[in-house]
């Protein structure tokens, strides 16, 4: 058997292993760290899979989730993402549609305060061609219309899920040419999501061109006063767009 046969049997056997609780990988001694990853088996739309990730984990001061990042090594834009959590998210989760040229392991590390980072994989089948760039001619807008959505009932100290959209173009600038991402033009994406309430940054979303455009994304937010919600968006050419909706409790 050759060496990739025996690699491609080592990874499979390790995603396997990473989709049963309590296999995620503790750094520091605790092993009830486990990351819910969730991604489909097979995925028919390369440039929109949807990503759900999460942490059932304390979220105090002083132990709490502190950030979650996102990779597939496989791809040709193997960096999804990063989310930053505070104590002020009440949870450690995201979800987000990412594009995917091949498929592969993806794999989450989430890093705890006081246990260091720890590790979920999940094995996804894609079409190839999810990294390409789309046809000539798509338009390079700046970030705009931000739309911000919460529950219609909340209540002080509840922790809600935040929804939030915004109108972008994303391209990461490589065309799939026989058989191989190349590279023909510069990557444009939404590079930062900020999330305020009132002054206080409660969490970032930083991207790559392997978020998918016009993105939705899901996060959590707890609620404990009125004051007002503000999600700002910076793309890589460093042009801004925000949301703002206040929060009645």
Do not use: W
């Amino acid at each position: 058997m050759d060496r990739f046969h025996l690699d491609r049997r080592h990874v499979l056997i390790g995603a396997a292993l990473a989709c049963v609780p309590g296999r995620a990988s503790a750094q520091g001694g605790e092993r009830d760290h486990t990351i819910k990853l969730d991604v489909p088996r097979l995925s028919e739309d390369p440039a929109g899979v949807p990503v759900s990730v999460s942490v059932d984990h304390p979220m105090e001061p002083d132990h709490h989730i502190r950030s979650i990042e996102v990779t597939l090594a496989s791809d040709p834009v193997p960096y999804k993402g990063t989310f930053l959590f505070t104590p002020a998210n009440g949870r450690a989760s995201v979800a987000f549609k990412m594009r995917s040229g091949a498929g592969g392991v993806v794999r989450a590390v989430a890093e705890c305060t006081k246990h260091g980072k720890f590790t979920g994989t999940r094995e996804i089948r894609v079409t190839e061609g999810g990294c390409a760039m789309p046809p000539d001619g798509s338009p390079k807008d700046k970030p705009r219309n931000v739309q911000i959505r919460l529950p219609d009932s909340v209540r002080r100290g509840q922790t809600v899920e935040a929804r939030v959209r915004v109108e972008h173009f994303t391209e990461t600038g490589l065309a799939f040419r026989g058989g191989k991402y190349v590279r023909e033009a510069p990557e444009f994406y939404l590079k930062d999501m900020l999330v305020f309430i009132d002054d206080q940054k409660v969490s970032e979303f930083r991207m790559s061109s392997a978020v998918s455009p016009n993105p939705i994304i899901r996060f959590p937010l707890r609620i404990t006063k009125a004051g007002t919600l503000r999600v700002v968006f910076v793309n890589s050419e460093g042009h801004r767009a925000e949301g703002t909706l206040p929060l009645k409790v």
